[in-house]
Nanobody, 124 residues
């Protein structure tokens, strides 16, 4: 079992930045791809970014160039740096661990473990 706890969400103005953290426990994440998803009110959860065990990254087109995913295996933590935020980025952000070994794991069905989410609100 892997437990995931997201943090770092909050309220920010358009153009601002936030860094989300996803702290894992129970098992090392160094063997897995870890992804970020988000769900806006009234919408389905969507893929945002993922990082492989070998540090390869992959992004949704909507965040490419603005968001950066990284990880610190020593801290068992994955980060999502979000820059130039827009109101459309408002959502609950979730991190998840991928157990499928497929690449890139854009489908949420590929992920076995999920955190509870952290709210990001971007005001206009």
């Amino acid at each position: 079992q892997i437990q995931l706890v997201e943090s770092g969400g909050g309220l920010v103005q358009t153009g601002g930045s936030l860094r989300l953290s996803c702290a894992a426990s129970g098992r090392t994440i160094s063997y897995y791809a870890v992804g970020w998803f988000r769900q806006a009110p009234g919408k389905e959860r969507e893929f945002v970014a993922t990082i492989s065990r070998r540090y390869t990254t992959y992004y949704a087109d909507s965040v490419k160039g603005r968001f950066a995913i990284s990880k610190d295996n020593a801290k068992n933590t994955v980060y999502l740096q979000m820059n130039n935020l827009k109101p459309d980025d408002t959502a609950v952000y979730y991190c998840a661990v991928d157990g499928s070994s497929s690449w890139p794991p854009r489908d949420e069905d590929a992920y076995d473990y999920w955190g509870q989410g952290t709210q990001v609100t971007v005001s206009s």
